[in-house]
């Protein structure tokens, strides 16, 4: 009988230790864990900053693109009347017609 307590109490004392161990992996693994969280937290709101920032520079170079076509198209609807108005403005002679000529 006494031998049996024995090892009843020893099996015991082992399932103790196990459940202690348990018990301590457990809490490491969720500090792991709301560390993670806090990680992938952060992440997100660098991401969503970054994904605003990049929308925005997508719309600055529409507007940009817009702005150039339109400036680009402008003089060659101004070079005409420029020319035209030159041509009215020089007196005539040999030089104004050499300069016209161009």
């Keep these: ?3 049996q ?7 015991l004392t082992r399932i103790e230790d196990a459940a202690g161990h348990v018990k301590t992996e457990t809490v490491n693994g969720l500090e792991v864990t709301v560390e993670a969280q806090k990680t ?7 991401t ?8 925005e520079m ?3 170079v529409g507007e940009v693109s817009s702005n150039v076509q339109h400036t680009a198209h402008k003089p060659s609807l101004i070079k005409p009347t420029c020319l ?4 009215r403005l020089r007196p005539p ?8 000529l161009r």
């Design 1 to 3: 009988m006494i031998a």
């Design 5 to 11: 307590q024995t090892h009843l109490d020893a099996a």
């Design 40 to 46: 992938l937290c952060r992440q997100q709101a660098e």
């Design 48 to 55: 969503e900053q970054v994904a605003a920032a990049v929308h």
């Design 58 to 60: 997508s719309q600055t």
């Design 84 to 87: 035209r108005l030159t041509l």
């Design 93 to 100: 002679g040999p030089a104004s017609m050499v300069e016209g």
